[in-house]
């Protein structure tokens, strides 16, 4: 991930699946509520952790919760999902087959980034250096059933998205 210091970081205990759609609705609904800032800059999610942690389910939480209802698949073969929902162009990209930047700049996929964009990024380290970047990084762990997600944020949109979501998280967390 990035070597810049985080604006904003947090981290999130995922007991369950339901945990993982909450963190994803959280997302979905900061992503709405930055909606203008998006439109402008477009927004970099990068996903991170090993096979199994749960980016590909946090991603399809975020895309449920954002509209989705047709099949949301991992892209590992295809290497791009791509969706419009809530007016935004949401690609949902899966770098895990990419030996290295190269392929990324190959694979044209460049002009998929910017105003209007939302990229979701599972190992986005494959691509390291091509990729500009993340406004937000989310590294999933596997504990015991759970998930551990540490997330930070490398810009000022990133920051209310995440800041939104981890005020969101304690009072939900709080009321139960």
Known sequence: MPQAAPLAAAHFELADEAATARLGALLAHALRT???AIE???FVVGLSGDLGAGKT?????VL???GETGPVKSPTFALLEPYVVSSLNFYHFDFYRFAGPDEFAAAGFRELFGPGAVCAIEWPERARGALPT????????VKGEG???DAAAYSATGAACLNEIAAAWRMSTDAA
Do not use: C
Request: aromatic share 0%; no cysteine.
């Open 134 to 141: 993340p406004d937000l990084a989310l590294t999933l762990k």
């Open 64 to 66: 449920r919760a954002l």
């Open 147 to 149: 998930r551990g997600v």
């Open 40 to 42: 402008a800059h477009g």
């Open 34 to 36: 930055q909606g203008a």
């Open 57 to 61: 389910a946090l991603v399809r939480a």
